[in-house]
């Protein structure tokens, strides 16, 4: 148990929460570990993007298998997230968090995330601000030209042996986990503190439960479909998910996910285009919170929402939601643009949603990353591109 860094992680995120809790000073300045942790994650994100898709799409014998992948990817991100979005607000109906009252919730100053409400989606600045869809797209044009080139025997194998090398260099980098995890949670923690959850935990765990019914009711039947339990899979991406806990990056375990996928069985090409593209756009626990958000502050403020401007909300998230990915402080972007949108509810009720929205992350966190890795286990299921290794 000494050596399983999953143990070492749960330990670290143990440690932060009391850290956080009891020398909440001392804490905040712990953030910079976390934060470290993963931006060095991060280095590692384009060239494993790159390496994978590139080497996967080279070597693979139809190129018009690669367009069929990428297509049938895009319509899974649609209609799952869809689902997600409806969910959210199904939920929030029946429980209504948003009924509760006003005591203890603080408001703060919520206008340096809703300054660019009225901007709309700008696809140009949307793309140049998301720099793994870049390196995405490249990869696939590189894969595509060395494919029609007839694989050059020299620069495969040069590409190969990098592959290895950022991957060896990856696994060592991972050991550096229980390090960020605890940055990571003592920050958090240590900034807002545990009391802030108190006025608004009806709304915490309402998402929380929600999360759990998408993941193993609507996550849970599509592997089902596949032929795969949800339990085991997520006992098998657990270092992952604990990582993602700590930091409340899903970004920070990117790079680990695409190689755990490959070693589960699914290919490189298909591992390589659905988990990129599905960090921008198949955000499942995204979309959950941002419907939920919205339902709670009508509720907040009793609004009564009829149900064509219900589903102009799903319609406008179903957009901005892809729009303002890879943008920071995107999740507040997002629903300041919808509630301008609707002219229904005040913007002005970000603020409640601020103390809580660092302690929700880790939830929508984790649930992207499930969402992700399901994507790409159906997907390369579907293609015939998964083949389970013999001692699995």
């Known amino acids: ?70 297509l049938k990817a895009v319509v899974y991100f649609e209609v799952v997230t869809t689902l997600a979005l409806v969910i959210g607000i199904v939920v929030a109906h029946v429980i209504q968090p948003g009924r509760i009252a006003r005591q203890g919730l603080i408001p703060q100053d919520s206008s340096k995330y809703t300054n660019h409400a009225d901007s709309g989606i700008e696809w140009g600045k949307f793309f140049m601000s998301n720099f793994t869809l870049q390196v995405l797209l490249v990869s696939i044009i590189t894969g595509i030209i060395l494919a029609m080139y007839n694989r050059p025997p020299i620069i495969l194998n040069f590409l190969k042996k990098a592959s290895g090398f950022v991957f060896t260099g990856l696994r060592w980098v991972m050991y550096l986990a229980p390090l960020g995890a605890f940055g990571g949670m003592a920050f958090t923690v240590g900034k807002f503190g545990l009391h802030t959850l108190i006025p608004l935990a009806k709304l915490m765990l309402t998402v929380y439960c929600t999360m759990f019914i998408f993941i193993f009711g609507v996550l849970g039947s599509i592997m089902r479909y596949a032929k795969e339990n949800i339990w085991k899979f997520l006992g098998y991406i657990k270092e992952e998910l604990l990582i993602v806990l700590g930091t409340s990056s899903s970004e920070a375990a990117l790079p680990s996910l695409i190689s755990k996928l490959e070693r589960m069985g699914c290919s490189k090409p298909v591992v390589g285009l659905v988990v990129p593209t599905g960090y921008s756009f198949n955000l499942d626990g995204t979309s959950i919170y941002l419907s939920m958000a919205i339902i709670f502050l009508a509720q907040l403020y009793d609004v009564q929402l009829s149900m064509p401007e219900i589903v102009s909300i799903i319609g406008i998230l179903m957009i901005t939601s892809k729009g303002a990915a890879g943008v920071t402080g995107s999740g507040f972007i997002v629903l300041a643009s919808t509630l301008t949108a609707l002219h229904r509810i005040p913007l002005e009720g970000l603020a409640f949603l601020l103390g809580v929205d660092k302690f929700m992350s880790e939830a929508r966190a984790i649930t992207n990353l499930i969402g992700n890795g399901v994507a790409t286990v159906v997907i390369a299921k579907s293609e015939g591109e998964f083949v389970k290794p013999k001692d699995g």
């Open 1 to 70: 148990m000494l050596s399983n860094l999953t143990f070492w992680v749960l330990i670290a995120v143990t440690i932060g929460v009391l850290v956080g809790h009891y020398l909440p000073a001392t804490a905040i300045k712990m953030g910079v570990i976390g934060t470290t942790f993963v931006d060095i994650i991060k280095l590692f994100i384009p060239p494993v993007i790159f390496l994978t898709i590139v080497l996967g799409i080279a070597g693979m014998e139809s190129l018009a298998k690669v367009g069929r992948i990428g």
